[in-house]
């Protein structure tokens, strides 16, 4: 009996160690398994681009360059995804091209936003940008401009009266000078002519070209005081048309987001940019790239080119030529993120391979590449 008893002890023994294994194993694997990060689904992907320098360039060769791209490629290529790019020309095309799933992910400088989030997912940010104003490098008065300042402000019709006296000044002198001037020309067409001559150089330069002293010293003296009144005309236009050019230059002067009401603004269209333009109250006019905007900007279509902070500085810095410049502080700061439709297998993915892509510094290096070292 006790060796029926010892051998019974054995074999159950023997059947708890294999259950617990058969049983054990499996809640084992799972509870290793729940910990793991979910991986990228391995089938294609189209991926749509919106052409944003530097955030995405398209060279020469039709090949696409840039930090958003160079950021999706390195993730790509670390989980061994296959994709192919699809660019659309707006920013709104593409973000609608992401809410009813004909791409697989939004790759650009898209800005998070509450409004956008309502129709797609967005990924861990991993760029923090803002707005900025684009003005031309010279910001002056153009001739129509400086025109009709001088006409609202009533220079145009002082202008009218001294044009009146000069043609009098030149009428008078000329019979002046033909009658006590033995040496005065005799023709009338080369008289006035002289005359105006005479006239014209007293006002422009307050200096008389050389003239005989008919009258001893009270011609002298005569001739003084018509010095002096040609100096006051002088000094009176010119006064007049720096006033009204000062006044010009500094209602033109755009320094910052609280000179553009009033203003004709270009905007990236489907951008924030458009959002808050619309928002503000400003007249603006959109456009699907930053080249067509400045091209409106140098025509004088717009005043200013209101975008994300990043693409403006960085156009104004490969475009010397263009004579440029970006003013103010940011303002409207935000994040970027990649896009997806709602419910993407993607998008937690993605969103690790980003916060890990920040951790190791990948987007810092690309950060400096494309932007310098300078914060």
């Given amino acids: 009996m006790p060796v029926c008893l010892k051998m019974f002890s054995r074999f159950s023994g023997r059947v708890l160690i294999v259950l617990f294994f058969l049983t054990g194993a499996p809640l084992r694997a799972q509870e290793s398994g729940g910990n793991q990060a979910p991986s990228l689904p391995a089938s294609p992907v189209t991926v749509g681009l919106y052409v944003s320098p530097p955030f995405v360039m398209k060279g020469e060769e039709g090949a696409y360059t840039g930090m958003a791209v160079d950021l999706w490629e390195g993730l790509a290529e670390k989980n061994g995804l296959q994709f192919e790019y ?8 593409l973000v609608d091209a992401t809410a009813d799933g004909s791409i ?4 650009t400088n898209l800005t ?8 797609i997912d967005f990924t861990q940010p991993w760029f923090d940008a803002g707005l900025r104003i684009l003005v031309p490098g010279s910001q002056g008065a153009t001739f129509s401009e400086v025109f009709e300042g001088l006409s ?26 033909r009658r006590f001037d033995k040496g005065f020309p005799t023709g009338w067409p080369e008289g006035l002519s002289e005359s ?13 070209p050389s003239r005989k002293n008919l009258f001893g010293w009270p011609g002298r003296i005569w001739q003084a005081l018509w010095l002096v009144c040609g100096i006051a005309v002088m000094a009176y236009v010119t006064s007049s048309v720096t006033s009204v050019m000062t006044t010009l230059s500094l209602t033109n002067q755009i320094n910052g987001i609280a000179d553009l009401p009033g203003k004709t603004i270009g905007v990236f269209s489907g951008s924030v940019a458009e959002e808050y333009a619309r928002n503000a109250g400003w007249s603006h006019l959109g456009y699907d790239d930053i080249d067509s905007a400045v091209a409106a900007l140098n025509g004088g279509e717009i005043d200013a080119v209101v975008g994300d902070a990043p693409v403006l500085e960085y156009y104004a810095h490969t475009h010397p030529r263009e004579d440029v410049e970006v003013v103010g502080p940011i303002f409207e700061p935000d994040k970027y993120g990649f896009a997806l439709a709602h419910g993407s297998p993607w998008t ?6 980003l916060l890990t892509a920040h951790e190791n510094e990948l987007i810092e290096d690309l950060r400096v590449r494309y932007f310098g070292d300078e914060r």
């Fill in 196 to 208: 105006f001559y005479s006239v014209m150089s007293v006002v422009t330069s307050g200096k008389a």
């Fill in 112 to 119: 998070i936003t509450r409004k956008r989030a309502d129709r």
């Fill in 86 to 93: 699809r660019a659309f020309p707006t920013i709104r095309e």
């Fill in 104 to 107: 697989g992910v939004a790759v």
């Fill in 152 to 177: 609202d402000s009533g220079y145009l019709r002082a202008y009218g009266w001294l044009g009146l006296v000069i043609v009098v000044a030149t009428a008078l002198m000329t019979l002046f000078d």
């Fill in 348 to 353: 937690r993915p993605m969103t690790l391979e």
